[in-house]
């Protein structure tokens, strides 16, 4: 009778247990949606590509792997070309803010308020960047975010 009632317990405890979830598949974010948002566009238009035509910047976009801790990237390649990367292991609704942040590093580097030198240092403002200072404390990020929180609407 005792193992009968141990059985019984253990089936029992068994179902009350909370079932794990499944774990969630992993879906490719579409880049497309990210680049038409219409406040990504709108500020390519209005904050970018703003004079003549020629010397509007070329941006390509690109989704790819990063560090946990990084969401995107700019690189300035040089001649009026910048590469955005976009962590594709974040969800679309964060990437598309993301972008919208990187795009006003590409206006930064536009005209030339943040630069790297030919001698390989970083500048912004002219001066040589300081990158222990916090992300949140760098100038350059801040008026990324404040440009962000003005201008993008999810």
Known sequence: ?????????LVI?????PSTPKPTTWREPNLNRIIQHPDNQRYIRDSINRG???QHPQI???????????IGITHN??????????N?????????????????HVKQFHLNLLDKQTNGIDTWLGKPIDWSLPWASRPWEQMA???????YNP
């Open 77 to 86: 390649l040089g001649n009026n070309r910048y590469l955005i990367g976009l």
């Open 52 to 54: 003549h035509f020629m």
């Open 145 to 151: 975010e404040e440009e962000t929180l003005q201008l």
């Open 60 to 70: 390509d976009i690109i989704l790819q792997p990063l560090l946990p801790n990084i």
């Open 13 to 17: 405890g068994i179902h009350l247990l």
């Open 1 to 9: 009778m005792n193992l009968y009632r141990l059985i019984l317990i």
């Open 88 to 104: 594709m292991f974040h969800r679309q609704s964060i990437l598309q803010r993301t972008l919208h942040h990187e795009l006003v």
